[in-house]
């Protein structure tokens, strides 16, 4: 309901002050703080001395006085509007001129609905002055700010008030808000690295910068000027006057040079009616300016904002199919599915052509967590234009994230042989998707396909190392590698060693991945226990998650702890590496990484130590041709691969002294190899397992892996006709959290070809006997070796048929316990003891060194 009474023709008038008006009116009454009669003298002097009839909001009518001495004041023909949500507010008698809205400003859609074609000279938000609603009612409200206009708040001491959810410094609070608007006034001055580090930075320190031309606080009042047009630049230094005494002539700074930028500032600060009107281009540039904003808005998660900025370009530009869409984009990420479906069909309807923002929405729902929405999407897009290559990547993590992974990487294997613009990332989003599935083959043969640098190609090869049977495109990688290698340019002489007196062997060892335990077992047992009178060992370490000696875990930390040095190379260039190590001088560079897509082969390859050494996951014929591996002496590889020797299975492992559990109520077998390591082919295998033992489940490690390996896996074992209700999914890194699955399992089984990494260790640890495939590949021979060290030879297959069996004989006959010898053997063998694993490495060390030492 409005009430609504036409201004009275030709009135005189003369301009007075606030508090001749105020105190000469008589009629109905207007509750004030005696400072405002003469504050308002000041606020509003450019429209009093320009006398043009103005247009007033004031958010707060109460018993209505204030809107009558508001008209009284202001020039005449002015037009004035109050906003309030008392209903005996309906009752109030008004003079002409006056008009009444009942309601609230922090309702966006009323506020719109009711100004959808008025904008203001002046708003006074003088309502319920709590904090939420002095905010909601400036972002509704603002926008509908005239050029040049000013927004004006009144009693702002509400802000410090508990009784309005106020205080001091309180954030939330309104002052808090508007003293904000400081920094809006200096956006561009403001370095950014200091604002993303400001805690929670306020949004419209952008979204504001091109309209606040001012901000005045007195005693409870608070007045924001707007600028006369959009601030579209910086503002620029000037220089006036000819005599240079003190300091240098500039005089290209000269004000008569650079009269644009004066007049720019001028026409931001002048009256409105002195600004002349937009051209069409101007307007279009002011849209466009709009729709930034909203954007911006939207992508700070500031949705009222947003939708308000969107709704208004919706309204003046009909024929726009981005208003619409950016509406759409909002009710999707605040879950208003409704919305965005009507939305993005009026979008739609405007352009048909543009199933880009069908897409735009799809990625929209995806980035929110929707997969199954995003998918909805996405499909209609690409079968609206079936080469909007963009889209492919989102449709198909849609479908990947959806539970229908199969569907995603069909996708994207037929998408990714077209060339397009967003191959690349089609490649990418395929390589991470079959990753994330747990495909290890289908990745191997992806990364391939794709493969262009050398850290792709060695990525590859790790792969392979863990379920290639033959090992002959592994071996193919290798060689490729070694050429490469071979054809590294030269790169800059390093710079020469620092000196040293007469020392002990000094060490460094490169590593990509120090939070790994396999390589902080390795290298805490060295660190703690190798002589410091007889060894200087230090670490390059090239992992961004390692910074100033900080950000690993406990192992990590200690290793960084007790290295004689470290250096941070994650940043480096080879060249800078080399210098690092030329500078150092270590007589013994190990690398622990190889092979791997983290690797720095090339400073590895190019440094000038005397002795190099590739330590890593597997024991592959060396990418370095003057470097060795390291394994130990009863893997039997020393006389197929040149290799520093270390005593028995040449590594150490420490583990918890847990209770050896008893045995499961039914049988289960594990396989706590992370479930990226095992192939197609593995399962396959522990199918026909699960198939021989028909009352068996299988516990099945998936480490960091989620919902789609599940269903990837479940796939696996479907196929062999295992229901997925058979197996059980869990997820454990370290080596204590695998020991206490291991108590749940009565027998391990290790992949075909994969190494073990720590399963196999700590389910051997844990009594639990294992199965593994003999294999004559170096790198695969490490299961078969550790059973053989422990006598126990009879859970070595020679076959997959052998396999099946051994599995079989062995549930049939179930021990009531784990087997506690294997624990003793393993403690019989130091396996777990880091002194004699370090006393074993330095004397191997030491024998190669020597035999080099005779050779040369």
């Known amino acids: 309901m409005e009430k609504t009474l036409e201004a009275n023709a030709g009135q005189a008038w003369q301009k007075q002050g606030y508090r001749e008006v105020y105190t000469g009116h008589p009629g109905l009454a207007s509750?004030?703080?005696?400072?405002?009669?003469?504050?308002?003298?000041?606020?509003?002097?450019?429209?009093?001395?320009?006398?043009?009839?103005?247009?007033?909001?004031?958010?707060?009518?109460?018993?209505?006085?204030?809107?009558?001495?508001?008209?009284?004041?202001?020039?005449?023909g002015t037009e004035i509007h109050g906003m309030d949500i008392h209903p005996k507010c309906l009752t109030l008698n008004f003079s002409p001129g006056i008009r009444f809205h009942p309601g609230s400003a922090t309702d966006i859609d009323l506020v719109n609905r009711l100004f959808a074609d008025t904008e203001f000279d002046i708003i006074i938000d003088d309502g319920s002055h709590f904090s939420a609603d002095v905010i909601s009612s400036f972002i509704n409200l603002f926008k509908k700010l005239k050029p040049g206009g000013v927004y004006v708040v009144e009693d702002l001491h509400a802000s410090y008030l508990k009784t309005h959810h106020g205080g001091l410094a309180r954030a939330g609070s309104s002052v808090e808000f508007f003293k904000r608007f400081i920094d809006t006034l200096h956006f561009s001055y403001i370095d950014p690295d200091e604002l993303s580090a400001v805690p929670d930075p306020t949004p419209f320190l952008s979204l504001y910068r091109q309209e606040i031309a001012s901000i005045g606080f007195y005693d409870s009042i608070c007045a924001i000027r707007k600028f006369s047009?959009?601030?579209?630049?910086?503002?620029?230094?000037?220089?006036?006057?000819?005599?240079?005494?003190?300091?240098?002539?500039?005089?290209?700074?000269?004000?008569?040079?650079?009269?644009?930028?004066?007049?720019?500032?001028?026409?931001?600060?002048?009256?409105p009616q002195e600004v002349p009107p937009p051209s069409a281009s101007?307007?279009?540039?002011?849209?466009?300016?709009?729709?930034?904003?909203?954007?911006?808005?939207?992508?700070?998660?500031c949705f009222e904002q947003a939708s308000a900025i969107f709704s208004e370009?919706?309204?003046?530009?009909?024929?726009?199919?981005?208003?619409?869409?950016?509406?759409?984009?909002?009710?999707?990420?605040?879950?208003?599915?409704?919305?965005?479906?009507?939305?993005?069909?009026?979008?739609?309807?405007?352009?048909?052509?543009?199933?880009?923002?069908?897409?735009?929405?799809?990625?929209?729902?995806?980035?929110?967590?929707?997969?199954?929405?995003?998918?909805?999407?996405?499909?209609?897009?690409?079968?609206a234009q079936p080469d909007l290559w963009a889209a492919y990547p989102a449709l198909a993590r849609s479908l990947h994230l959806s539970g229908r992974g199969a569907e995603a990487v069909a996708l994207l294997d037929g998408a990714v042989r077209v060339s397009s613009a967003a191959q690349a990332k089609i490649q990418h989003t395929l390589i991470s998707i079959l990753a994330e599935r747990g495909d290890l083959a289908g990745f191997t043969r992806a990364s391939l396909r794709f493969a262009n640098a050398q850290n792709e190609f060695l990525l590859a090869a790790r792969c392979l190392a863990r379920f290639e049977p033959e090992g002959e495109q592994l071996l193919t990688i290798v060689e490729g590698v070694r050429h490469q290698i071979a054809r590294l340019p030269s790169l800059p002489p390093a710079a020469p060693s620092l000196p040293r007196a007469q020392a002990p062997l000094r060490i460094a060892f490169l590593s990509s991945d120090l939070l790994n335990e396999a390589v902080t077992n390795k290298l805490g047992s060295l660190l703690r226990y190798l002589p410091a009178a007889d060894f200087v060992i230090g670490l390059f370490i090239n992992d961004p998650r390692i910074n100033n000696k900080t950000g690993g875990n406990d192992a990590c930390n200690a290793c960084l702890l007790l290295a004689d040095f470290t250096v941070l190379i994650a940043d480096g260039s080879d060249s800078k590496v080399l210098t690092s190590i030329a500078q150092i001088a270590p007589d013994v560079l190990i690398d622990l990484d190889g092979p791997g897509p983290e690797e720095r082969l090339a400073p590895f390859a190019l440094a000038q130590v005397p002795c190099k050494l590739g330590w890593g996951e597997a024991?592959?014929?060396?990418l370095v041709t003057e470097s060795r591996g390291v394994a130990g002496e009863l893997l039997g590889v020393q006389d197929e691969l040149p290799c520093l020797t270390l005593p028995g299975l040449g590594e150490v492992?420490?583990?918890?002294?847990?209770?050896?559990?008893?045995?499961?109520?039914?049988?289960?077998?594990?396989c706590l190899s992370p479930a990226i390591r095992v192939s197609a082919e593995g399962w396959q295998l522990f199918a026909a397992v699960l198939e021989a033992v028909p009352d068996s489940t299988l516990l099945i490690n998936l480490k960091n892996l989620g919902v789609p390996a599940t269903a990837f896996i479940s796939e696996q074992f479907g196929q062999a006709g295992i229901s997925p209700d058979r197996l059980r999914f869990v997820h454990a890194e370290s080596s204590a959290a695998l020991c206490e699955l291991w108590r749940e399992a009565d027998l391990g089984l290790a992949p075909p070809v994969d190494a073990g990494e720590l399963a196999l260790p700590t389910g051997l640890w844990m009594g639990r006997p294992y199965l593994a495939l003999r294999t004559a590949l170096p790198w695969s021979r490490r299961p078969a070796a550790w059973l053989e060290a422990l006598g126990a030879e009879q859970w070595i297959a020679e076959t997959p048929a052998d396999?099946?069996?051994?599995?079989?004989?062995?549930?049939?006959?179930?021990?009531?316990?784990?087997?506690?010898?294997?624990?003793?053997?393993?403690?019989?063998?130091?396996?777990?003891?880091?002194?004699a694993f370090a006393q074993g490495f330095a004397d191997a060390l030491r024998r190669l060194l020597q035999e080099q030492e005779e050779q040369a």
């Not at 101007?282 to 998660?301: P, V, W």
């Open 31 to 76: 509750h004030k703080w005696s400072h405002y009669l003469f504050i308002y003298d000041q606020i509003l002097e450019r429209e009093l001395d320009a006398g043009k009839p103005l247009t007033v909001l004031e958010i707060g009518v109460q018993n209505g006085g204030s809107l009558e001495i508001w008209k009284k004041y202001l020039p005449p």
């Open 282 to 301: 101007a307007a279009h540039t002011r849209t466009e300016a709009l729709l930034s904003r909203g954007i911006e808005a939207f992508n700070l998660d």
């Open 313 to 383: 370009l919706l309204y003046r530009s009909p024929d726009d199919p981005l208003p619409a869409a950016w509406l759409a984009f909002t009710c999707a990420r605040q879950g208003l599915d409704d919305g965005a479906r009507d939305f993005i069909a009026h979008a739609l309807r405007i352009a048909p052509e543009r199933a880009d923002l069908l897409a735009a929405l799809g990625e929209i729902l995806l980035g929110a967590d929707r997969p199954e929405q995003a998918a909805t999407y996405l499909q209609e897009a690409v079968s």
């Open 653 to 670: 492992i420490e583990l918890p002294e847990l209770p050896l559990g008893g045995r499961p109520a039914h049988p289960v077998f594990a």
């Open 803 to 835: 396999y099946v069996a051994l599995a079989q004989q062995f549930m049939a006959n179930r021990p009531a316990t784990a087997d506690p010898t294997l624990r003793a053997r393993i403690k019989e063998l130091k396996l777990n003891d880091p002194a």
């Open 619 to 622: 024991t592959l014929p060396p």
């Open 229 to 271: 047009r959009p601030k579209d630049a910086d503002f620029s230094t000037l220089l006036s006057g000819k005599i240079f005494q003190v300091v240098g002539d500039d005089r290209a700074l000269h004000w008569e040079q650079n009269l644009d930028a004066i007049n720019t500032a001028k026409a931001l600060y002048a009256p």
